[in-house]
């Protein structure tokens, strides 16, 4: 926990991107940013070991913030590269959503950058949901009415109802991925993603795969109706300046310019 608070001004926290691609015309979706921590002593720390501790001890609204606006810098940067990268998307955590001022705190990061609020997905996973918290429900909806993109993160796992489907203003839906892992074995697990892309086709959402590791995978997801897919098979996550050239090296993300 000391050395969590100590690695936000200490810079010894990374942000990465993990590219989504678009099934249907091949191009870049969105990149998903990826929080890493390096500590000199520690070597690498997981998320899914530092972010429940910096939820549980109060750090993660900060460690959201600085995401977000490093996040943006980034994209910015991409841009000016002459990469068209459509969005960044960024992990929140539920207690994030406790406070109202963070519509008006994650508008004021993107209109500092120069950027729109369709240039950030927020994604949250059903548990911000399941938190019922009176203003959590409305801080959502603010966000939503800003422009901010929702995505349902890790959708399928849980207690995923369809109520929050009609509850919340979401526009992507991500199917976890150990439904991708068991497409090839399981046929339930085939058809349920199926359903999902129906549903998500119904609602007009974007329905994003993740975790897809195989190339076999990307052909059935495109059968099955998927919007979009992300995973090691295409690459892990990369820090800004690698994922800049990845995009070069795979003819994604180019501007009308620089094509
Ligand atoms: P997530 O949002 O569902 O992110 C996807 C996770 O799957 C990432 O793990 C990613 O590296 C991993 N992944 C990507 N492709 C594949 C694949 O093909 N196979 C497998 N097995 N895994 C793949 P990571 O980076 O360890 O993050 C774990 C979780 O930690 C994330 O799950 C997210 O919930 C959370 N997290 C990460 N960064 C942040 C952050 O900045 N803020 C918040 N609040 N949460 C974060
Ligand atoms: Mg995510
Ligand atoms: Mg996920």
Not at 21 to 26: A, I, V
Request: charged letters at 20%; glycine letters at 6%.
């Amino acid at each position: 926990e000391i050395r969590l608070r100590q690695a936000l001004p200490e810079n010894s926290l990374q942000v990465h991107y993990q590219p989504q691609l678009n099934l249907r015309t091949g191009q870049l979706h969105s990149v998903e940013a990826l929080t890493r921590w390096d500590h000199p002593e520690l070597g690498s720390i997981s998320p899914g070991c530092f972010i429940p501790l910096a939820e549980e001890c109060g750090v993660i609204g900060e460690l959201g913030m600085w995401v977000i606006n490093q996040s943006c810098s980034d994209l910015r940067q991409w841009r000016e590269q002459g990469l068209n990268v459509p969005a960044v998307s960024v992990n929140l955590s539920p207690t994030d959503f406790r406070d109202p001022t963070l519509p008006t705190r994650i508008k004021q990061r993107v209109d500092a950058h120069g950027l729109q609020p369709l240039d950030l997905v927020l994604e949250i996973t059903e548990v911000v949901l399941l938190d019922r918290h009176p203003d959590t429900l409305r801080t959502l909806r603010t966000l939503a009415q800003l422009g901010f993109r929702l995505s349902l993160d890790d959708f399928g796992t849980g207690y995923s109802s369809f109520n929050y489907l009609r509850e919340l203003p979401v526009s992507e839906i991500k199917l976890d991925q150990s439904f991708v892992a068991d497409l090839d074995s399981d046929p339930v697990a085939e058809a349920l993603a199926e359903a999902v892309c129906r549903i998500g086709a119904a609602l007009s959402l974007a329905v994003v795969a993740e975790g897809v590791t195989q190339a076999h995978h990307i052909e059935k997801l495109r059968q099955l109706g998927f919007t979009a897919a992300q995973g090691f098979y295409y690459t892990g996550a990369l820090q800004a300046q690698a994922l800049a050239v990845w995009l070069k090296q795979h003819r994604l993300a180019q501007s009308v310019h620089s094509a």
